[in-house]
């Protein structure tokens, strides 16, 4: 594809919930990053894949909290029992090299968590 | 908590006017700095980068300036247009590729 893509682009879930979250990444790209924004904040790191290994999970708040790339393309954030305080928008982004690429973002997804 | 300050926080200016945002950070060790625009609702757009030894760097009405020593940078925006509101991120970059953002500023340009 042209870009980033993300799906869904606005989630709605009941406190408790299970909500994943999925981004497909531009073609080639080997790093991928997972943000969490707040509003009127500036992206929060969350986690990091180099290919399908997840090499940084720093930034993630809690164990409710699990990213996976299995086949070193597409990712999906998950977020179990989610609470009040997810919501958020969160960002995927996606490089050639961690250290050198520009980043490329994704629309991202507005969670709301009722 | 932040290593990544901004200022203004938000900024109003009427179209045509020229505008200077403002970034101060604290992460090291400093590898590149990115100004990044963000419209509502979208990802943030990559406008220019900067590495330890740059001053400056322009991207059409986009100027962006580094002092490394005093730890600052500055993006300038001439002769504005409505398109330019948005939320103006600044980015701070270590050597192992760990990713700093400031909370951004928000530009509005009204006619």
């Known amino acids: 594809g042209a870009g980033v ?63 996976e790339r299995p086949e070193g393309s597409v990712s999906t954030l998950k977020i179990q029992r989610t609470q009040q ?21 994704g629309p991202g997804t507005r969670l709301t968590v009722l | 908590k932040n290593q990544v300050e901004q200022s203004p926080q938000s900024l109003i200016i009427l179209e045509g006017k020229n505008c200077t945002l403002q970034c101060n950070y604290t992460v090291s060790p400093f590898s590149n700095l990115r100004w990044y625009k963000q419209d509502t609702g979208r990802g943030p757009v990559s406008l220019t980068i900067m590495t330890f030894s740059e001053n400056t760097k322009s991207n059409g009405r986009y100027t962006a300036t580094l002092d490394a020593d005093t730890k600052q ?36 340009v009204k006619p």
């Open chain 1, 85 to 105: 305080e997810d919501s958020a928008v969160y960002l995927c982004a996606s490089s050639l090299a961690r250290t050198s690429g520009d980043q490329f973002f």
């Open chain 1, 5 to 67: 893509s993300q799906s869904p682009r606005y989630k709605v879930a009941k406190r408790g919930q299970d909500v994943a979250l999925r981004c497909d990444p531009i073609s080639g790209h080997v790093s991928l990053f997972w943000y969490q924004q707040a509003l009127g904040q500036g992206p929060e790191f969350l986690t990091y894949f180099q290919n399908e290994a997840q090499l940084d999970k720093s930034g993630l708040p809690s164990d409710r909290f699990f990213a």
């Open chain 2, 73 to 108: 940078s500055s993006l300038h925006i001439t002769a504005s247009q409505l398109s330019d509101s948005a939320s103006y991120i600044c980015v701070v970059n270590t050597n192992a590729g760990k990713s700093t953002f400031g909370d951004g500023t928000t530009l509005t």
